[in-house]
Structures are given as structure tokens and as C-alpha cells.
């Protein structure tokens, strides 16, 4: 290879230096872009029609953008916290129970082919707060290891249940990528995508119930191991705790108002 034909592969090697320097990725990737154009020949001009002619040609890939400023705007005015107060309200909940019933949603508007914006545009913003609320409601602080593990058990219950279920939809992706596959075999398999989405039924319900248990029961063996085994128990008698905090300070109040008023009567005598 010669020099030329190397030269332009120095994007790469300003994205590898970025990532582990940890700087903007955004930025790296721009630049990166940026200089393997020039480097490579092409002008600012030129550069910018190929931005321009991508994009418009790949604009249905840009919808995310709008999704993420969604999003953006719904965290900055409460989303989170408005999900964590809703969990907290619904007496026992647990992380996995928050998995459980998102996996059952996320199936079943799956099989309708409706996509909710995946871990990004979904499980984030509302779910993981409505876990962490689940933990906060026991009185309990959230555990690091434990966020993190619910991390990757809320992103692994969405790719289970949309991978399973979209298949499910007839017309969508899933369904035709795999009759187009048997199809396109030495020996052709034809596959009707009706009778696809019946035959599919069976692995999808299977699939997300074992992904429900499994998540459920590391949860639950999770729960006692960071916040001991009473966590269930916790929200009540914190709840408890409270009330009667609030009573005492009320009869507090109640003595000192009267304190007050017989001082004030007996300054006027």
C-alpha cells in the first residue's frame, strides 16, 4: 500500500486516541471525519455535498435525533422523578417487578412493530428511575453494584423482548428478512409471513417468561444481598416512623402555641 492510501486511515487512529483519552465523542468523530476528507482528497465543498447527500438520503435514520430531544426536554421537566414517585406509590414493588411488567409491555407493542427507542429513548429515562424508586421506597439508598446490574438486566429485557416479538408483526422487518433468507437458499424454503409469526409464537412467550423469572429471582437474591432481607418490610415501618414523627412534632407545636398564649396572658395581667 502506499502512502496516499494510508494517509486517509489517520480517522481512525484520531478516534482510537480520542476514545481512550475519553474526550467528547461527538467532537472526535466530526474531526475524524473532518480530517480523513481532506486527507483524502476531498475539499470543503465536496466534503459538505457528501454530509448533505447522505443525510438526506438516510433522513428516516435521523428520527432518534427527534426522539432524544424528546426525551431531553420530558428529563428536564420531571420525568424521572414523576417515575420514581409513581413507582413508590404501588405498596411491595421491586426492581424486577419493574423488569417484569416493562418486558410484558414492551412484548406485546412489539408484536404490534411499535418501538419505544430502545434502552436510550425508554428504559433510562423512565425505567431505571422507577427501579431506583422501587429500592428508595423501602428506605433503602440504591446500591451501586446493584444499578448496575439492573442496567444491563433493563437493557437485556429489551433486546429479548423485541427481538422475540417482533417477528411476531406480520409485514415487519424481522418476519421478511427471514422469508427472504429461506427463499434465498440453494433449496427454497417458502414461508408464509402469517404462518411465520404463528410458528414464532411459542419461542417469543417462552423467551420473555424465562427472561421475567430469571431477572425476577437475581433481583430478589440482589435485594437481600445489598439491603438485607427485612427490605421488604422497610417500607411500612419507615412509613410508620414518619407518621409518628409528624405527631409528635404536631403536639410539639400544640404545647408551645399554649406555652405562648398563657406568657401573653400573663404579661397583659
Given amino acids: 500500500m502506499t502512502f496516499q492510501e494510508i494517509i486517509p486511515l489517520v480517522g481512525v487512529l484520531i478516534v482510537i486516541v ?15 471525519a473532518v480530517v480523513t476528507a481532506l486527507v483524502g ?12 447527500r447522505t443525510f438526506v438520503n438516510n433522513r428516516a435514520m435521523a428520527i432518534f435525533i427527534l426522539i432524544m430531544l424528546v426525551i431531553g426536554t420530558l428529563e428536564r421537566n420531571g420525568l ?10 404501588v405498596k411491595g414493588s421491586t426492581p424486577g417487578m419493574v423488569i417484569g411488567a416493562y418486558g410484558l409491555m414492551r412484548s406485546v407493542f412489539a408484536a404490534f412493530n411499535v418501538s419505544f427507542g430502545g434502552v436510550a429513548g425508554f428504559v433510562r429515562p423512565v425505567v431505571m428511575p ?3 424508586g422501587a429500592v428508595e421506597a423501602k428506605g433503602k439508598k440504591m446500591n451501586e453494584k446493584h444499578l448496575e446490574a439492573l442496567k444491563g438486566m433493563s437493557g437485556g429485557m429489551e433486546n429479548i423482548a423485541w427481538f422475540f416479538c417482533q417477528v411476531l408483526f406480520i409485514g415487519g422487518a424481522g418476519g421478511l428478512l427471514v ?8 433449496t427454497p424454503i417458502q414461508v408464509e409471513l402469517h404462518s411465520l409469526a404463528l410458528m414464532s409464537f ?11 423469572i430469571v431477572y425476577y429471582i437475581r433481583d ?9 432481607s427485612d427490605a421488604a418490610a422497610a417500607a411500612p415501618v419507615a412509613t410508620a416512623e414518619a407518621d409518628a414523627t409528624e405527631a409528635v412534632e404536631a403536639d410539639a407545636a400544640e404545647v408551645d402555641a399554649a406555652a405562648s398564649d398563657d406568657a401573653e396572658k400573663d404579661g397583659g395581667e
Wanted: aromatic residues 6%; charged residues 20%; proline residues 1%.
Fill in 179 to 186: 422469508q427472504s433468507t429461506l427463499a434465498g437458499l440453494e
Fill in 220 to 228: 430478589k437474591n440482589m435485594m437481600k444481598k445489598y439491603y438485607g
Fill in 18 to 32: 480520542g476514545f481512550a483519552l475519553k474526550l467528547d465523542a461527538i467532537l472526535i468523530i466530526m474531526l475524524a
Fill in 130 to 132: 422507577m427501579m431506583e
Fill in 202 to 212: 411459542p419461542a417469543a412467550i417462552f423467551a420473555v417468561l424465562l427472561a421475567i
Fill in 41 to 52: 482528497g476531498l475539499g470543503v465543498v465536496e466534503m459538505l455535498e457528501v454530509l448533505g
Fill in 80 to 89: 424521572r422523578e414523576s417515575a420514581a414517585k409513581l413507582i413508590a406509590k
